[in-house]
């Protein structure tokens, strides 16, 4: 992928996100045969052996992150933005699919972000798990590599960036097939209530994406047939925000923070924790990371969970 030169100029960068992922042990259990049996074997007994207690944050998570993230920005040092989520603690409303879509308005074409419902076949009763989904900001994107240099790069603090006025038509396609997540959707120009008797004007409000002003007024949105995707809701980040998903979660299920500050919230609740390995295994660098580990007194979820879905896309 392209990189500006404001990031060719940070060495070290890639030392402190090695330090970082270095302390979250990989469960990697899709690719570790003996994992997989020993939770099969766990199904076959009905409940899953109790994990110890985690080591869960005390006091107000969202009022940490949001000091952490001033710290981060008024440091003035190479910044690494991570989202953890905890998909044990997901219950599934959506408020942050809705909050994303207040927050980035978006046709009816698609979204940003999605809970997908994953069923699991325990016996005797079935057991639901949400995942929260958007764009995992990979550092070795499949997106950036499907088309010319340019169109997609990567900022400093590791946002994937979309070029809005030339990822359009073929290119834009060529990204969204290339998303091994499905991430992307092509904006269709389109509100939901422009056909209606009463066009609704909170959907042709200006808005910021990839640094640059929007509208999506039909006839002159400039993102009609363009690739889009989650931003980190990188507009509230340069702020100094916390994006809209993680302080709308009622579950406490997101995190989000610089994985260069060994002082933030995101940095201790990710030591000696298991993360899902799959997308680091497919050699996506993302910085979207998911715990993997069952609450004490839940059961554990196998891999196989997930991947005997129907959808675990967006
Ligand atoms: S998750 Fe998909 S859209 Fe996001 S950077 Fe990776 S390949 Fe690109
Ligand atoms: S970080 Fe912002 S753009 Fe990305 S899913 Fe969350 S609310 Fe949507």
Redesign the pocket.
């Known amino acids: 992928m392209e990189e500006s030169n404001r990031e060719k100029s940070q060495p070290g960068k890639e030392t402190h996100r090695r330090g970082f992922l270095g302390a979250l042990a990989g469960a990697g259990a899709c690719a570790v045969a003996g994992t997989v049996t020993q939770q099969a074997l766990n199904m076959g007994q009905g409940m899953a052996a109790t994990p110890a207690p985690l080591a869960e944050p005390t006091g107000s998570v969202i009022l940490r992150m949001q000091r952490d993230l001033e710290e981060s920005l008024a440091a003035k040092r190479p910044i690494d933005w991570h989202m953890v989520v905890d998909t044990r603690k997901c219950i599934g409303c959506d408020a942050?699919t809705v909050?994303?879509r207040a927050?980035?308005p978006c046709g009816p074409a698609g979204q940003?972000?999605k809970v997908v419902q994953l069923e699991v076949r325990f016996w005797p009763q079935p057991w639901v798990i949400f995942k929260p989904s958007?764009c995992l900001q990979c550092d070795n994107a499949p997106c950036a590599r499907a088309v010319p240099a340019g169109m997609i790069t990567r900022r400093p603090d590791g946002i994937v960036e979309f070029n809005r006025d030339q990822l359009k038509g073929n290119y834009a396609k060529a990204a969204a097939d290339a998303c091994p997540v499905g991430a992307i959707h092509i904006d269709d120009g389109k509100t939901f209530t422009q056909d209606s008797p009463r066009p609704q004007e909170y959907e042709r409000r200006s808005f910021v994406e990839n640094g640059k002003a929007c509208s999506r007024t039909p006839g002159a949105n400039p993102l009609a047939g363009s690739a889009r995707k989650?931003?980190?809701?990188s507009h509230l980040l340069d702020t100094g925000m916390l994006?809209?998903?993680v302080t709308t979660c009622v579950g406490g299920a997101m995190y989000f923070g610089d994985a260069n500050n060994p002082n933030s919230l995101l940095y201790e609740i990710t030591q000696g924790r298991h993360y899902f390995e799959g997308y680091q295994n497919q050699g996506l660098k993302p910085r979207v990371i998911y715990f993997t580990e069952s609450m004490p007194d839940t059961r554990e979820i196998p891999c196989l969970a997930c991947h005997e879905s129907r959808s675990q896309q967006l």
């Open positions: 942050c909050a994303c927050e980035n940003f972000r958007n989650c931003t980190f809701c994006p809209a998903c």
